[in-house]
């Protein structure tokens, strides 16, 4: 993952923020994998706490206005956090990678959303600069011809 300047990320969108943090989790969390399959175990604590607290940092930014979604989302990060904590202590591979799994599904779908949600709003701002440009000339409308 590349390294953002500071200005980057303060003028980035929430959802380009929890992108992001999606994306720093996996990177993280397939480190820690390979380093497990190396014994290197003090990385993969490292690499393993990071995870956690990415996973503190999207909860905290969940919005519960969205309802039922926004309640399983943190369902899934509290899930998440305490088996990688437990996958961390058993030194379990087979844990790490379900969780890899969750976490990856959930930034496909964040991922298509956004995009999605841009493209929608692109197409409306589009639409709405194109009528503000017609001109009607309401004298010379007359409905009942």
Request: with cysteine; proline share 1%.
């Amino acid at each position: 993952m590349r390294a953002y300047e500071e200005k980057e990320i303060l003028d980035m969108k929430p959802e380009q923020l929890t992108s992001l943090l999606y994306k720093a989790f996996l990177e993280k969390l397939t480190e820690a994998i390979k380093f497990l399959d190396e014994k290197n175990y003090i990385a993969v604590n490292y690499l393993l706490q990071d995870c956690n607290e990415i996973l503190y940092r999207l909860g905290a930014g969940i919005n519960y206005k969205a309802g039922l979604i926004a309640d399983h989302l943190e369902a899934l990060y509290n899930f998440s956090a305490e088996q990688l904590t437990t996958a961390n202590f058993r030194k379990d591979k087979n844990m790490m990678i379900d969780v890899k799994e969750i976490i990856s599904n959930i930034s496909e779908g964040w991922d298509k959303a956004v995009y999605s949600n841009a493209k929608e709003h692109n197409i409306h701002k589009n639409l709405n600069s194109y009528e503000s440009h017609l001109y009607y000339d309401t004298g010379n409308l007359d409905i009942m011809e």
